[in-house]
């Protein structure tokens, strides 16, 4: 029997109700894949029991990239080796240096590598020819089944449950630039499976549905973990505010459909891997989303004028700007000192506001989706808050390293901050932070006592091995870096 899914805009309760009946007495082998690699016997390590869904934050994306030496801090990772669990027993899709960004820096052909600190300021560590991407990928012929940490840069709250490839990411489906990390991380080629479903009832008859097998919530319950953590959403509001022009009332206007797509997709999690475990509650640990007002990628106005050394002598296009885009770094430069800020760098009152109250809106909706599934008695579902966590971070903790480095120097800039160069993304202490919030979640839900992680005992290096130029540091991003942190979502 195939799964037929219906995603709609109605109360939590019967969404939760439809959701887990649409898996009841259906199997979830896929039986139509013809690749046979969908969860096959003796591919998988028995012990490997953890999981991860989610986006950039999940997979470890830091300092504006996917590579190995930020990829090993990712949080599932840590997890998985408080966890115990093997090289084998867990796995990402390691990225060999200078890693995979998400601009094209100097040629169209070419991707940018991560960002790094030069001595004076922040610049792109090396770009990769888009035709080499592939060969950038570490050991990926050695995993033949989809890997644990199925997070995907740039998802979206939709793209966890439909997005398999890059033509079909959001960012795809909006007209933008297709995302190209779904190609290398859910390996649609090997994992896909197009079902076309029909059959649904509904008041006026059935509903054709195409879901691919390919999609991290489809990987998610192939591998069937006992332990699963599921942090989505956080892109659908923070896309909008890098974009520094959010729609008015986005938060509020998409709530219904965040509401119906989170219900879905955590619902029948719980409910597929409660049939892979054969009836046993699994555990899934979901997050919240945070506030951007506690990222450094959002410099207060009066922070940023500091950097700058005053009043920006232009003024600015939204005379109310409350946030300045860290981008902006780039942009303000001699020539354009009679040009006011665009508005495309900075959020006005109206539209910090707007982004707050999104935050809100759909962190509640995250907190009645996960007590709905815990009252049905399918999983278990634990909570880490991430809005109240980055928010009680010491000041300091979440200053973007280039306003620490002047008084604190490299080292102890960067063991102060816990965010990375982007100032989207944490760096690896910052990662070590998170997965001890997780793994207290996992204990406080399931009993456990599994040891946090030592952040005290992780390094973060921003120059990445490079001697940095002589000079005094400055407020500095220059074009291609300031390239690689905009275009995140392209």
Request: charge should be negative.
């Amino acid at each position: 029997m195939k799964n037929t899914i219906e995603i709609r805009t109605t109360a939590p309760g019967l969404l939760l109700l439809g959701a887990l009946l649409a898996f009841s007495g259906c199997s979830l082998e896929a039986p139509d894949d013809p690749s046979g690699q969908i969860n096959a016997p003796g591919l998988e390590d028995a012990g490997a029991r953890y999981v991860a869904v989610g986006n950039s934050l999940t997979a470890g994306f830091m300092d504006g990239g996917l590579v190995q030496s930020g990829q090993m801090y990712s949080y599932p990772n840590l997890i998985a080796a408080q966890l115990g669990l093997s090289s084998t027993q867990f796995t990402q899709p390691w990225i060999a240096a200078p890693g995979i960004g998400t601009s094209t820096p100097s040629s169209p052909a070419n991707v940018a590598g991560v960002l790094y600190f030069t001595g004076t300021g922040i610049s792109v560590l090396g770009e990769t020819p888009r035709t080499a991407i592939q060969s950038s990928l570490l050991l990926a012929a050695t995993q033949p089944t989809q890997y644990h940490n199925l997070g995907v840069p740039g998802a979206t709250l939709r793209d966890g449950m439909s997005a398999y490839n890059s033509t079909t990411s959001s960012a795809a489906l909006a007209g933008g630039t297709p995302n190209a990390y779904f190609d290398f991380i859910n390996r649609a080629s090997l994992f896909g499976n197009r079902v076309v479903e029909s059959g649904y009832p509904t008041p006026t008859g059935t509903v054709p549905v195409t879901y691919q097998s390919a999609s991290q919530f489809y990987q998610a319950v192939a591998k069937g973990g006992a332990l699963t953590t599921m942090w989505l959403g956080n892109n659908d509001v923070l896309g909008p505010a890098m974009s520094g022009e959010p729609a008015a009332g986005f938060g509020p206007a998409g709530a219904a459909d965040f509401q119906a797509r989170y219900t879905a997709l955590l619902s029948m999690l719980a409910g597929g891997l409660s049939q892979r475990n054969n009836g046993l509650k699994p555990t899934i640990i979901v997050a919240n989303i945070p506030s951007v007002s506690s990222t450094p990628y959002f410099i207060p106005r009066a922070a940023f004028e500091f950097a700058v050394g005053g009043p920006w002598p232009g003024g600015y296009a939204e005379s109310d700007a409350t946030y300045v885009l860290f981008p902006a770094l780039s942009w303000a430069t001699p020539a354009n000192a009679g040009s006011p800020v665009p508005a495309t760098l900075t959020l006005d009152a109206a539209e910090s506001a707007d982004v707050a109250t999104a935050v809100a809106t759909y962190n509640t909706i995250i907190a009645g989706v996960r007590s709905a599934v815990n009252a049905s008695g399918i999983a278990k579902v634990g909570l880490v808050d991430a809005n109240a966590l980055l928010g009680s971070l010491a000041d300091s903790e979440r200053t973007h390293f280039l306003f620490l480095v002047g008084g604190l120097g490299i080292e102890g800039a960067a063991a102060t901050t816990l965010f990375s160069l982007d100032g989207v993304h944490p760096n690896s202490r910052g990662y070590g932070v998170l997965a001890n919030a997780f793994i207290d979640a996992i204990n406080e839900i399931d009993g456990t006592t599994i040891p946090h992680v030592d952040v005290d005992a992780i390094t973060w290096d921003p120059t990445y091995g490079r001697t940095p130029i002589p000079g005094k540091a400055a407020f500095r991003v220059d074009e291609r870096a300031a390239a690689a942190m905009t275009a995140i979502f392209d």
